[in-house]
């Protein structure tokens, strides 16, 4: 069943959810749920959004860490990631480390048109990951959400090490269940249990953001625009 709270928060960018969850703990709309600087909660520059013109994804978090094959362990095959995402509250966003050698990494196309098209199928609306991936344009009419540090065509032989275990993407920590908030400028998670609070907050904080602008494009005035702009840098 899908979770349509989540729909909510579509009506956000990720920036505007970032700056509810952890940017300005000072401020009475943010949660300070992490350290804003050291709280792995958000993407790098190095996670690049395959189609902007989607616009906001959001779900709930599966994860999934493939390398290289290892003969003393191959118990689990994609197959069991199609389980674990069909089994999670829905939408899902799938978030995939790649644990490889970086020269392995950097030529693995690791999710392409057959994986991801079962991947919809079971409910996930978009994946990340902190490698590259392939097949770009027969991934793109699925209207799911690519989130990748680049594209590449092929890939050798890889496997499943883990499901559903703490991984680190492009910066961002992240735990099965937890939130994923992504458009084309990255990726925010945080706990589900303040999906509401964060809804209600990034309302304010929108509201308050709309009313600023529109009096800063209405005049030219230097010191009566620094006075609109006042205590929010500060």
Not at 121 to 136: E, K, N, Y
Not at 170 to 193: Q, T
Not at 203 to 225: H, N
Request: include cysteine; proline fraction near 5%; aromatic fraction near 8%.
């Amino acid at each position: 069943m899908r979770d349509k709270r989540l729909e909510e928060l579509k009506k956000f960018d990720t920036p505007t959810i970032a700056n509810v969850v952890a940017t300005y703990p000072e401020k009475e709309y943010c949660l300070g749920l992490y350290n804003p600087w050291y709280g792995k909660w958000y993407t790098n520059k190095d996670l690049k959004c395959m189609y902007p013109e989607l616009g906001r994804t959001v779900g709930y978090a599966v994860t999934c860490t493939y390398g290289l094959p290892d003969n003393h362990f191959n118990t689990l095959k994609f197959a069991d990631v199609l389980r674990a995402a069909d089994k999670m509250k829905k939408p899902v966003v799938l978030v995939v480390k790649q644990n490889f050698p970086e020269e392995i990494k950097q030529i693995n196309g690791l999710l392409g048109g057959n994986m991801m098209t079962a991947l919809k199928s079971v409910g996930v609306v978009g994946v990340i990951t902190d490698g590259p991936s392939r097949d770009i344009d027969e991934v793109r009419p699925l209207g799911m959400q690519y989130m990748l540090t680049g594209v590449t065509a092929g890939h050798g032989k890889f496997a499943l090490q883990s499901i559903n275990t703490a991984v680190e993407v492009c910066g961002m920590a992240v735990a099965p269940g937890e939130i994923i908030h992504m458009d084309e400028n990255g990726a925010v998670k945080f706990p589900s249990e303040y999906v509401d609070e964060v809804i209600i907050r990034a309302e304010k904080l929108q509201a308050i953001e709309i009313k600023r602008q529109k009096l800063m494009r209405k005049t030219d005035e230097v010191e009566e625009i620094i006075k609109i702009m006042s205590g929010v840098y500060d």
